[in-house]
């Protein structure tokens, strides 16, 4: 869209594809380790599953995974896997910085999956995804760290919307030279004036700081 995109149509699918060059996660975050806080947590060093309840937030570099419920499961190759729940008021919320980017691409859904050996990410349910003031929504969206495309699609687990339902497919997604369509052109803008000479101010706030989300 800013570009999350290039849209391409999907014959018989109610769903689009969404190619992301400049959606990209964060690529250090691949090699950070995995934090999580809870209220509750019970793990099975046999079957290598952690289950983690209660306020929980997930956070491995940039990207933050917030939930009722996380749980994790790593393979024989140290990499892990968590599938995050929330309640029917609180989804489980997922973020994480874009690449060379100043902003984080953000989602929900009643259910999120995270592989962190594939790098995919997805939502199932209700499912919405924002990156700047690009969206998407559906009902199921999978977004792919490694080819940094989406799929999203108006059924759940990547399948269609039965004849006759009201669920589609919704995206705003705005045009790339939307801030160059806006500046005037050349020929249009003012002629250039002398600036005014700046006085130095004796002493110079403290900026406000923002408060992390």
Sequence with gaps: MKPFLRLAAIAGIAGLTLAAAAARAEKADRDKPVNIEADRVSVDDVKK??????????????????????????????????????????????????????????????????????????????????????????????????????FVTSGPNGTRAKPGSTDRVRAVIQPKNKDAAAAPPASARPAATMAPVLKGAQTIATPRQETAQ
């Design 49 to 150: 599953v952690q289950i983690f309840e209660g306020n929980v937030q997930l956070v491995k570099g940039t990207l933050i995974i917030r939930a009722e419920r996380i749980v994790v499961t790593q393979d024989d190759d140290g990499y892990q896997r968590g599938v995050a729940t929330g309640t029917a008021s609180t989804p489980p919320r997922f973020k994480q910085k874009r690449e060379g980017q100043d902003d984080y691409i953000e989602g929900e859904g009643e259910r999120i999956e995270h592989d962190a050996k594939a790098e995919k990410t997805e939502f199932f349910n209700h499912a919405w995804v924002k990156s700047g003031l690009d969206e998407v929504r559906g009902q199921f969206i999978s977004y792919d760290a490694r080819t940094e495309n989406y």
